[in-house]
């Protein structure tokens, strides 16, 4: 295998030393974010034993992103993004925390739960827009793609590490012993920042606009982009019909395949793993050729392997149809983050990656909230099939009707970086 492909690609863009360090300490920080999601909703189940108290969790979540994620791509593209990935990582701290301290002590309760991730999903609004942005500022353009597959993947390894320590350390030691390693692996990313350098992170014609402005700049952007548009439509396609699956296997472990927090980690470590595979699969193509392809054809997988899954109650059956799941959620991730990212104008990029923000978390959040409440009335396993089917259509429309537009509008990607970059020599300003 080249240098130029495959695993020789992945060692190159992470020898990297800015994107290294970043790399292995967001490793630690997202592992211990998925971690505290796998804890919380297994936590809401104990005290409710509710699927819509568990929708309604990661409705508030995810959902705050849907109200704030333009807002916030907008201020990436104004704030210095170093400095906003840093803040909001803090604030993250102090949640955990809290959590630590009310479960330590009995006080912790299912409005107070809820509340605190709400607050969370807050922070996460304002953070993941910047750190997406950030990533064109730690490697050269040329390894922009590689890069871009490669923080998805780091992120789905942590899917397959957060949940799998979440039952490992419900199991062993409780839940408030979860929340102090998720409060543990903050402090590691940020000690792990303060040795990463790099240049200013923000657009200097953003400073010199009014941000409504800037605002709506970034909505019609994005809506007159014919290629990101449909990108984001089959992102709203999967995340609000396939992916709630993720956020409601607590239930699932519970009321279908009748175990606890082994079971939970076990069907969550297995998507995990599917989506760890997807991020190695994408991180060596080295470019950004075939994603459009890739994109719409995963969401055929997305919507067959979920509806699937509803039709067993056999836990290593479920797992292993959860391993193609992941596989093809990571897939469909990393394939429109890496168009997005390739195609879109650098000072419009905190914008673009806000609406990204806002439909990857927030369709899961809306998802979740709508099949939470039905499962109360029909099961978890009726509402679930019930939005395989919604993705199933949507890519029969892409399949006969967007695919070749999709293709066309994303042939020649803007790999025009500047925007987000500084000279070399002005890398230690900050």
């Known amino acids: 295998m080249s240098s130029s492909s495959g695993i020789g690609t992945i060692v190159r863009v992470l020898s990297n030393r800015t994107f290294g360090i970043y790399s292995a300490s967001i490793i630690v920080a997202l592992t211990g974010t998925l971690m505290q999601r796998v804890v919380s909703g297994w936590l809401m189940w104990q005290l409710t034993?509710?699927?819509?108290?568990?929708?309604?969790?990661?409705?508030?979540?995810?959902?705050?992103?849907?109200?704030?994620?333009?807002?916030?791509?907008?201020?990436?593209?104004?704030?210095?993004?170093?400095?906003?990935?840093?803040?909001?990582?803090?604030?993250?701290?102090?949640?955990?925390?809290?959590?630590?301290?009310?479960?330590?002590?009995?006080?912790?309760?299912?409005?107070?739960?809820?509340?605190?991730?709400?607050?969370?999903?807050?922070?996460?609004?304002?953070?993941?827009?910047?750190?997406?942005a950030l990533t064109p500022a730690l490697v050269p353009p040329s390894d922009l793609p590689s890069a871009v597959a490669i923080a998805s993947m780091i992120f789905n390894l942590a899917r397959f590490l957060g949940p799998a320590a979440a039952g490992l350390v419900i199991a062993a030691a409780g839940i408030p012993a979860a929340y102090a390693v998720s409060s543990a692996s903050f402090v590691v990313f940020l000690a792990a920042l303060s040795f990463i350098r790099v240049g200013p992170t923000v657009a200097a014609r953003a400073t010199r606009t009014r941000f409504v402005d800037d605002l709506a700049a970034g909505l019609r952007y994005t809506a007159s982009h014919a290629g990101i548009a449909i990108v984001l439509l089959l992102m709203i396609a999967g995340n609000v019909g396939a992916r709630?699956?993720?956020?409601?296997?607590?239930?699932?472990?519970?009321?279908?395949?009748?175990?606890?927090?082994?079971?939970?980690?076990?069907?969550?470590?297995?998507?995990?793993?599917?989506?760890?595979?997807?991020?190695?699969?994408?991180?060596?193509?080295?470019?950004?050729?075939?994603?459009?392809?890739?994109?719409?054809?995963?969401?055929?997988?997305?919507?067959?392997?979920?509806?699937?899954?509803?039709?067993?109650?056999?836990?290593?059956?479920?797992?292993?149809?959860?391993?193609?799941?992941?596989?093809?959620?990571?897939?469909?991730?990393?394939?429109?983050?890496?168009?997005?990212?390739?195609?879109?104008?650098?000072?419009?990029?905190?914008?673009?990656?806000g609406i990204y923000a806002l439909l990857f978390r927030g369709g899961p959040a809306l998802g979740a909230l709508f099949m939470g409440v039905a499962a109360e009335y029909v099961g978890l396993r009726l509402p679930v099939f019930a939005g395989a089917i919604a993705v199933f259509l949507v890519f029969l429309w892409a399949w006969f009707g967007l695919r070749s537009t999709l293709e066309k509008a994303l042939a020649k990607p803007d790999r025009d970086l500047q925007p987000d970059r500084v000279p070399a020599s002005r890398a230690e300003q900050t």
């Open 49 to 132: 034993e509710s699927g819509a108290w568990l929708g309604l969790l990661a409705f508030a979540d995810l959902f705050p992103t849907v109200l704030l994620g333009p807002v916030a791509g907008a201020f990436a593209d104004r704030w210095d993004r170093m400095r906003v990935t840093k803040v909001t990582q803090a604030l993250a701290l102090l949640q955990a925390l809290t959590l630590l301290l009310l479960t330590a002590t009995g006080w912790i309760s299912a409005p107070r739960l809820l509340v605190l991730t709400f607050l969370l999903g807050i922070v996460a609004a304002f953070n993941q827009p910047a750190r997406l």
């Open 244 to 353: 709630p699956l993720i956020e409601l296997l607590p239930g699932f472990a519970a009321q279908v395949f009748h175990g606890a927090a082994v079971e939970l980690a076990v069907l969550t470590s297995s998507a995990g793993a599917g989506a760890v595979l997807a991020g190695l699969w994408l991180s060596g193509r080295g470019d950004g050729t075939g994603l459009a392809q890739i994109l719409v054809t995963s969401t055929l997988v997305v919507a067959l392997s979920a509806a699937l899954f509803t039709s067993t109650d056999h836990l290593f059956v479920g797992a292993a149809i959860l391993v193609v799941t992941g596989f093809a959620l990571a897939s469909t991730g990393i394939a429109a983050e890496t168009l997005i990212q390739i195609s879109v104008e650098g000072a419009m990029r905190g914008r673009v990656l």
